[in-house]
Structure formats: structure tokens, C-alpha cells
């Protein structure tokens, strides 16, 4: 019989050798591909670990340096991101004779602009709230004229380094529609990065650790379950996102924002806002702490317009949260955001890389690729807190000021914006804690989700005027 089957192989042109290893081998690729996951993720563990130790070392060091960090990380993603439209130009200009004058001088100097606006801006105002720094706010004085005269010779250098050929202009124009585009998302989106910094280190961090657990989990979950539970896509730019992965990444992120927000409000280092522009490494921070971080009992649907308080009062619900951070509330409905919205950061990245037709930004970081694979996500969340702090915090306080102010007209209640390092009336008057006993204090539980300090006062209605003068916003 064995004679037979060595027959019967020979006739067919292969051995029971090469059966044997022909069975062996899907084995074999299959032992390969393990081999090389398990390695992939441990590279990729690593270097997050990396990342995040380095993150929390510039934490600890202080506002100044974190804001080095971001000038530092906003120049690498835009390095990065020049450098793929860079590729495709060396292309074209070996195949079309496509050479633009000035290519990445250009991309650089408007890169410079923005930067010089975005930061310079911060300093300034920085500078003119406090007394202190009055001789770096009279250096930066001309700070947007100086801006205009640098966006003016941008702009005609750009203008008159325009060929001629119909072609060419079409093609430096998506150059320049490009770089407009770049500077947007890694300047315009990080605006009022260095005001939530100093407004406090906390509602940088606490966001920006969200978007990670966010990408880690969603990353482990699509690992260890991606296309075992449903097999369809979840977005065609980039088929290794899965729904599982989108879904346990939301979960995991709103039980890490629940519990870390709750426990880094107890720092005062986080919560108290930097008043001073120091070189110094982790320089004391120390205040009272605001009412949005300390523990009290809400109505979740208390500060809702009436027909939503309705429902829930019409049935009997209970909607009153005892014993709770405010900000806990804030920083879950900024987790939605950072698992809801930020991470189509990351799927526009993806588009980027699929249209220039690389995998990778750069290769920077072990298991991760460059900068930009990891920061897309960080930059448009970075825009939504500041956008929820003015909005949902520094806007309650005003609405809920004028509400009182229309009701006690011969009262004064000032919104002490200095625990959020906003400065909205004179610095001579001390308003760095609330005066208890004051008896306008009224719908405290209504109030707790911003920063107010109360005092009663008389007949200085100019000084009132002059404090609300200025926006809400300002440092």
C-alpha cells in the first residue's frame, strides 16, 4: 500500500515529504503572524509607556514647561505634516517639472506667523491682567501690529513666487490651500491651549489622559474582540478600526473620567491656576479651592429649562446627585467628546495618509509611527474644552450673575474668576474667597458648577461696570 501512495505522488509530482510540509506550513505562518502581534503590541506598550511617563514629568514641573511641551509638539506634527505633501512634490517635480519656488520656506515662515500670534497673544494678555508684569506687557504691546506686518510679507512673498504656467498656479495654490489647512488644525485648534493651562493644569491633563485611555482601550478591545461580534466595518478610511473597539473605548473612557477626575481634584497643584510666568520647576500652587471641585449635592436637571424639568417632576423622579465634584459632571461630558468626537481626528489623519499613500506619519515612535498618529486626536479635543470651559463654566457664571443682579439690583455679586485665573475686576480688591453669611448666596446648589464669589456691596456700581468690561475669557 505504501508503494501504492508513493506511486500515486510520484504520478502527481510530489512526495509525502512534501505533502507533510505543505500541511505544516499555514501552521507555521499562522505561529509567524502570532509571533509578530505579540511583539507589535509589547513595542507599542513600551513606548506608551514612555510617552505617558514623560507627559507626567512635564506635568509635574509646572504650566510653563507643559506650554514648551505643546510649542515643542505643535512643530513636530507640523513637520510631519509638510513633510508628506513634501514627498508627493519631489514626485511630481521628477515627473512634471513641478518646482515651486521657496516650497518649504514658505510653509515655515506662515507656520511662524501663527505661532508667533498664538503665543504672543497669550503673553500679552497674560501680562496686562497682572501688575506685576506690566514691563513684559509694554514689550509686547506692538505684538499684533508686528503680527500683520509678518501675515503681509508672508502673503506677497507667496503671491509673487506664482508662476505663470496655468498649471503651475493650479498646483502651488493647492500648495498654499495646504499649508492654510495644516496651520488650522495644528495652531488654529490649540488657540486657547496656554489659557486652559494656566487657567489650570487640570483641565488640560484630565481631557488629554481621556483621549488616551481612549485609544489604548479602544485598541486592546479591537484586539482581543474586533470582527468577532459583528464582522461589518466600521469606517472604510481605516479598516483596522472596529466597532468593538469604538464601543469598549467609550466605556473604558467614561469610567477613567468618573474615577480620575474626581481624585486628581484633590491636588491643589491641578486645580489652582498658575499666576505667574516662572522658569521654575513645580512652583507652589496653593488656593481655596473653587466650588466646581469641591464635593456637594446637584440637581442634575435643576439649571434646565422648565419643559425638560417637567417629565421628571411630573413622575416623581429623584434627580438630585448627593455628594459630588461638579467637574466630575464636566469631565464625563468631555470623555463623550473625547470618544464620540476626537477620535475622527484620528480618521482624518487616516485620510491624509491614504491620499499620499503612506502608512505612517513618521517613525519616531516605536509601535506608534510619528507625532501625529498620536497628537490628531489631542488637538481638536484640546478645542472643545476650551470651548466647554467658556461655555459651561465661565458662562454659567455669567448667566447666573445677571439673573441674580436683575433680582437684587441693590447688590453686588461678583463672579471671582481668580480661581480660574480669570481676571474680571481690579486687582487691589480681594475677592480670593466667598464671603459666607452674606446672604446672597441664595441657589447655592445651582451655582456650584462654576467659579462665584459673592460680596455685598454698595454705591460702586463704576468699579462693577469696569470689572465686566473685559470678556469672560481673558486671563
Excluded at 503681509?152 to 498646483?171: C, G, V
Excluded at 485648534?189 to 487657567?199: A, G
Excluded at 489650570?200 to 461580534?229: E, H, Q, R, T
Aim: with cysteine.
Amino acid at each position: 500500500m505504501s508503494e501504492i501512495r508513493q506511486r500515486n505522488a510520484s504520478a502527481k509530482g510530489t512526495t509525502p515529504v512534501d505533502t507533510a510540509t505543505n500541511n505544516l506550513a499555514p501552521a507555521g505562518e499562522a505561529v509567524k503572524k502570532a509571533e509578530s502581534k505579540s511583539r507589535k503590541i509589547l513595542i507599542r506598550g513600551i513606548s506608551s509607556i514612555a510617552l505617558i511617563s514623560g507627559f507626567i514629568s512635564v506635568i509635574w514641573a509646572g504650566a510653563f514647561y507643559l506650554c514648551l511641551m505643546i510649542v515643542l509638539l505643535q512643530a513636530l506634527v507640523f513637520r510631519e505634516l509638510v513633510r508628506v505633501r513634501y514627498a508627493r512634490y519631489e514626485n511630481d517635480k521628477r515627473e512634471k517639472d513641478a518646482n515651486v519656488p521657496l516650497f518649504r520656506t514658505l510653509q515655515w515662515f506662515w507656520f511662524a506667523v501663527a505661532m508667533f500670534f498664538l503665543w504672543g497673544d497669550f503673553v500679552h494678555v497674560f501680562a496686562k491682567r497682572r501688575s506685576s508684569m506690566q514691563w513684559l506687557n509694554k514689550i509686547f504691546t506692538m505684538h499684533e501690529w508686528i503680527t500683520f506686518v509678518l501675515f503681509s510679507f508672508a502673503f506677497i512673498l507667496s503671491i509673487l513666487t506664482l508662476r505663470p504656467n496655468k498649471e503651475m498656479i493650479r498646483y502651488q495654490m493647492g500648495h498654499l490651500a495646504w499649508t492654510v489647512v495644516t496651520i488650522v488644525l495644528v495652531v488654529g485648534q490649540m488657540f486657547h491651549s496656554p489659557n486652559t493651562v494656566y487657567t489650570g493644569i487640570y483641565w488640560f491633563i484630565v481631557p488629554a489622559f481621556c483621549v488616551i485611555v481612549n485609544d489604548m482601550s479602544a485598541y486592546a478591545f479591537g484586539m482581543a474582540l474586533g470582527k468577532k461580534i459583528t464582522s461589518r466595518p466600521f469606517l472604510s478610511l481605516s479598516p483596522n478600526k472596529t466597532w468593538e473597539g469604538f464601543v469598549g473605548g467609550f466605556f473604558s473612557t467614561m469610567v477613567f473620567a468618573y474615577v480620575v477626575s474626581d481624585y486628581a481634584a484633590q491636588f491643589n497643584f491641578l486645580i489652582c491656576p498658575t499666576e505667574v510666568l516662572t522658569l521654575a520647576v513645580h512652583p507652589d500652587q496653593s488656593c481655596s479651592p473653587p466650588p466646581v471641585f469641591v464635593p456637594t449635592d446637584i440637581d442634575l436637571v435643576g439649571v434646565a429649562p422648565d419643559f425638560v424639568q417637567l417629565p421628571f417632576k411630573e413622575l416623581g423622579w429623584n434627580t438630585v446627585v448627593s455628594d459630588i465634584r461638579p467637574v466630575t459632571l464636566h469631565m464625563l461630558l468631555i470623555a463623550v467628546v473625547a470618544s464620540l468626537v476626537a477620535p475622527f481626528g484620528g480618521f482624518m489623519a487616516s485620510a491624509i495618509k491614504r491620499a499620499n499613500n503612506v502608512k505612517d506619519f513618521d517613525s519616531v515612535i516605536p509601535g506608534h509611527g510619528g507625532f501625529t498618529d498620536r497628537f490628531d486626536c489631542q488637538m481638536l479635543i484640546a478645542l472643545y474644552v476650551a470651548i466647554h470651559y467658556k461655555t459651561l463654566v465661565l458662562g454659567y457664571v455669567h448667566r447666573a450673575y445677571n439673573n441674580y443682579r436683575r433680582s437684587h439690583p441693590y447688590e453686588t455679586w461678583w463672579c471671582g474668576g481668580f480661581v480660574f485665573g480669570h481676571r474680571g475686576i481690579p486687582q487691589d480688591i480681594s475677592y480670593r474667597r466667598c464671603h459666607r453669611g452674606s446672604g446672597v448666596a441664595r441657589g447655592a446648589s445651582d451655582a456650584v458648577l462654576c467659579n462665584i464669589v459673592t460680596v455685598v456691596s454698595f454705591g460702586i456700581g463704576d468699579i462693577l461696570r469696569y470689572a465686566w468690561s473685559s470678556p469672560l475669557w481673558e486671563i
